[in-house]
Structures are given as C-alpha cells and as structure tokens.
C-alpha cells in the first residue's frame, strides 16, 4: 500500500521561495508528483519525476519557477517552488502519477500540505 506524507507547506512572501516534501513508502516503479488545488479551483498537476532515471516533466504554469527532484535512498521527492505568486495559494499534494501532460492522473496521493503567499 502506498504512502505519501508531504512536509514543507508554510506562509511565504510574494516573491519567497519554498520546497515541499514528500516521503514515499509501499510503491513499485511509480512516477511520482504534485499537483495542488486552490479553493473552488479543479485540481491542477504540476510536476513529475521518475524513480528509475529522474526524468523530469512540467507544467507550463511553474516550468522555469519550480523544479522537482529526489532522493532515491530516503524516498522522498521534492518540490522548489521559486519567485511565489499570490496564485501558488493551495493545499499541495504528493502523488502517484499514471497520466501527465494535457491530462493528468494520479493513483494515491498524500493529506497535503498548505502553502499560502501573501501578496
């Protein structure tokens, strides 16, 4: 069974820069990812990163501001999110990815964590 605990959400600036992070456990050969969901917002993917060769994908909203890596010897994936917008606000989710691109889709996804920028 899956597990995903993000960390990392806080409070940041305008303009501040924050890195999530997620601790996986119980998955196979998963790409894993976040996406983030802001009140009354459809739930958006932002990044993916394979576990066997760290190949990476963005979307266009956080290409160039956020980037995504790991560590395979702690399970754990990370998010940088750089140069933050008041439209960053929403609760950020760690996920097993099985679709990216123009349609996402994920298989589990962690409890989330918040971040929220002022303006």
């Known amino acids: 069974q899956v597990q995903l605990v993000e960390s990392g959400g806080d409070l940041v600036e305008f303009g501040g820069s924050l890195r999530l992070s997620c601790v996986a456990s119980?998955?196979?050969?998963?790409?894993l990812g976040w996406f983030r969901q802001a009140p009354g917002k459809d739930r958006e993917g932002l990044a993916c990163i394979s576990m066997r060769d760290g190949s990476a994908y963005y979307a266009d909203s956080v290409k160039g501001r956020f980037t995504i890596s790991r560590d395979n010897a702690k399970n754990t994936v990370y998010l940088q999110m750089n140069n933050l917008k008041s439209e960053d606000t929403a609760i950020y989710y760690c996920?097993?990815?099985?679709?990216?691109?123009?349609?996402?889709?994920?298989?589990?996804w962690g409890q989330g964590t918040q971040v929220r920028v002022s303006s």
């Open positions: 996920a097993t990815v099985i679709k990216y691109g123009s349609k996402w889709d994920f298989a589990a």
């Open positions: 119980g998955f196979a050969d998963y790409a």
